[in-house]
C-alpha cells in the first residue's frame, strides 16, 4: 500500500487522550479492514494551551475551547483529517467549516469520589478540601456541603491521585469514563448519581471533528456513530448553548433514553459557591433532542434571571 496513511487524527497527548485515540483506531480496523492494516491510520499528538498551562484554572486562562484550538487549526490547515475530542471539552461553536461527523458510544457518565475520609461526601469530615478544577463539581459539592472547603486541583489523573495520596487534599472527583478507559475503575472509592452529581455536558462521550466538506473522512467515520449517544449528547449541548456557558458558569446537564423512546434531560446552573442552584427537568421525543435542550436552557436562564449571567460573565 502507498506510505501515506488513508486517515490522520489529531489528539491531545494526555494518557486519557491515547486512549480515547487507540479506542477509535479500534473500531475503524473493526469496521474496515483497510484501516486496520499497519499504517493506514496515523495519530499526531498535538499540545494544547490547556495542556500547558497547569497552574491556572480554566477559567483563568480562557476556558474550554483551549483544549481544542491547537487541533482545530491543524485540521483546518489539512495537517489531520480529524480530530479525536472528549465532548465535554468542546465548546457549543465551532469554527466555520468544521463539524462534529462522529459522536461513538458513551461510557458511564457519573462523577467518582476519591478520598481516605469516606465514602461519600456526607461521610466527609466537616471542613474538609476538597480538590477540583471543575466550576461545575465545586458548586454542587458545596451546595450539599457548605462547611466543605473546594481548592484548585488540576492535571492528570495521576497528578490529582499522588496529591490525594499526599494528602494536600481529603477527596477530589474525577469522572468514571476516563478512569475506566485508562483501566482504573478499581480505584474509584464510589461513583456518584446523577442525583448527588449531575454530570458535565457530554461527559463520557467522544467526538470526531472533520472538516464539513471532507465526504471521503466523514463516510470513514461513519460506521462508529453511535445514534443514542448522539441523540443524548445533542440534547445536552443545546442545552449549554442557550445558557451560553463560560467555564466561569457552572452549568450541568444530563440526558438519558426512555423505555418509551423518549429522552429526559436534567440540568442546573449555579453560583460557584452553591448557594444558588436552579434546576429544571423535562422530558421529550428523542428525535426532538436539539429542541428539548433549548427549552431547558431557557428555562433555566429565565428562573436565574440575566444579572446572574452577567454576574458570571465578569468572574
Avoid: Y
Avoid at 80 to 102: F, N, Q, R, Y
Avoid at 221 to 249: F, I, K, W, Y
Amino acid at each position: 500500500m502507498s506510505d501515506k496513511p488513508l486517515l490522520r487524527l489529531g489528539t491531545r497527548g494526555s494518557p486519557l487522550a491515547l486512549a480515547q485515540t487507540s479506542e477509535v483506531r479500534r473500531l475503524l480496523g473493526e469496521a474496515d479492514p483497510a484501516l486496520a492494516a499497519e499504517g493506514a491510520v496515523e495519530t499526531e499528538v498535538i499540545r494544547t494551551t490547556g495542556d500547558k498551562v497547569q497552574d491556572r484554572t480554566l477559567a483563568e486562562i480562557g476556558g474550554k475551547g483551549l483544549f481544542t484550538k491547537e487541533i482545530e487549526e491543524a485540521l483546518i490547515e489539512g495537517r489531520i483529517d480529524a480530530a479525536v475530542h472528549s465532548m465535554k471539552d468542546v465548546p457549543t461553536w465551532l469554527p466555520d467549516g468544521l463539524e462534529i461527523a462522529c459522536i461513538l458510544e458513551r461510557e458511564d457518565p457519573r462523577d467518582a469520589l476519591f478520598s481516605n475520609d469516606g465514602d461519600s461526601l456526607a461521610a466527609l469530615p466537616a471542613g474538609a478540601l476538597v480538590g477540583t478544577a471543575s466550576l461545575r463539581r465545586q458548586a454542587q459539592v458545596l451546595a450539599l456541603r457548605p462547611d466543605l472547603q473546594v481548592v484548585p486541583l488540576r492535571g492528570n489523573v495521576d497528578t490529582r491521585l499522588r496529591k490525594l495520596a499526599e494528602g494536600q487534599v481529603a477527596a477530589t472527583l474525577l469522572a468514571v469514563a476516563g478512569l475506566r478507559r485508562l483501566g482504573r475503575a478499581e480505584t474509584i472509592t464510589a461513583p456518584l448519581a446523577p442525583e448527588e452529581m449531575l454530570p458535565a455536558v457530554a461527559q463520557g462521550a467522544v467526538g470526531l471533528e472533520i472538516r464539513s466538506d471532507d465526504e471521503r473522512t466523514r463516510a470513514l467515520l461513519a460506521p462508529l456513530v453511535h445514534a443514542e449517544t448522539t441523540r443524548r449528547v445533542t440534547a445536552e449541548r443545546a442545552c449549554l448553548e442557550v445558557l451560553d456557558g463560560s467555564c466561569r458558569t457552572p452549568i450541568a446537564a444530563f440526558a438519558e433514553s426512555l423505555d418509551d423512546g423518549g429522552l429526559r434531560l436534567r440540568a442546573l446552573v449555579a453560583l460557584p459557591d452553591g448557594s444558588r442552584v436552579h434546576r429544571d427537568e423535562q422530558s421529550g421525543a428523542a428525535s426532538e433532542a436539539a429542541a428539548l435542550g433549548r427549552a431547558v436552557g431557557e428555562t433555566l436562564r429565565a428562573a436565574a434571571g440575566e444579572a446572574f449571567f452577567e454576574q458570571m460573565a465578569q468572574g
